[in-house]
């Protein structure tokens, strides 16, 4: 069975850019998270979706956002980009909320 | 909001020592997940424990979840280079989001 796959793996952006991350889950999982992480804060929690809808949001401004798509993939957004969101940002799925999570290879995105 | 905090948070031992990392929660947990990640990779899942006091064992791994379901421990048996990385703890409530422990880092000295 493969894996979580994310895409891109690495991003360049520059300050007050946008940017698209997306996610495939393991197929037949229906709950997908995204985390960032970065050296000072650990794993942040961002979203969690289940079969399309926003199940938790984590503590971040209104720059970001996401999605999920019907069959699962999902998408997370980040607008006007500052320096701060440079980061490891991680996918994961789960057969179920609550589950074990499965963790993509992350997208390393570098904003300058 | 939850909390979860971890200790020690990095850690150095020779090959063949044991290592403990405890993982504490502000709120009682519904269930709590760990979790290792090797320097440059993604975490990869290790265990669930959902009752209180359980614990399990795989090989040279213990975890235990504590009777009030605020804590839980990982102790590793006998350390070996191939346990070198860090460890998350990830406590979950019903309805709630996984919130991730800071992560102890070891590293094993050959």
């Known amino acids: 069975k493969a894996g979580v796959t994310q895409t891109p793996r690495y991003l360049i952006k520059t300050r007050g850019q946008q940017v698209t991350l997306s996610c495939s889950p393991i197929?037949?999982?229906?709950?997908v998270s995204w985390y960032q992480q970065t050296p000072g804060q650990g794993l942040q929690f961002l979203f969690e979706?289940?079969?399309?809808?926003?199940?938790n949001k984590g503590n971040f401004p209104g720059r970001f956002s996401g999605r999920q798509f019907s069959n699962s993939r999902s998408e997370m957004n980040v607008s006007t980009l500052e320096l701060g969101d440079s980061a490891l940002y991680l996918c994961?799925?789960?057969?179920?909320?609550?589950?074990?999570?499965?963790f993509g290879p992350g997208t390393r995105l570098t904003v300058t | 909001g939850q909390q979860v905090m971890q200790i020690p948070q990095y850690q150095h031992v020779q090959e063949g020592e044991d290592f403990t990392t405890y993982c504490n929660s502000s709120t009682t947990l519904s269930n709590i997940q760990w979790y290792k990640q090797r320097p440059g990779g993604h975490p990869v899942f290790l265990i669930q424990?959902?009752?209180?006091?359980e614990v399990k064992k795989q090989k040279r791994l213990t975890f235990q979840f504590g009777e009030a379901k605020k804590n839980s421990s990982l102790h590793i048996t006998a350390t070996q280079t191939t346990d070198v990385g860090t460890y998350f703890c990830?406590?979950?409530?019903?309805?709630?989001?996984?919130?991730f422990g800071p992560g102890t880092r070891l590293s094993v000295l050959p």
């Open positions: 979706y289940f079969s399309e809808t926003q199940r």
């Open positions: 990830a406590g979950h409530n019903y309805g709630q989001n996984f919130v």
């Open positions: 197929s037949g999982h229906r709950s």
């Open positions: 994961a799925s789960s057969l179920l909320i609550g589950a074990e999570q499965y």
């Open positions: 424990l959902v009752k209180s006091g």
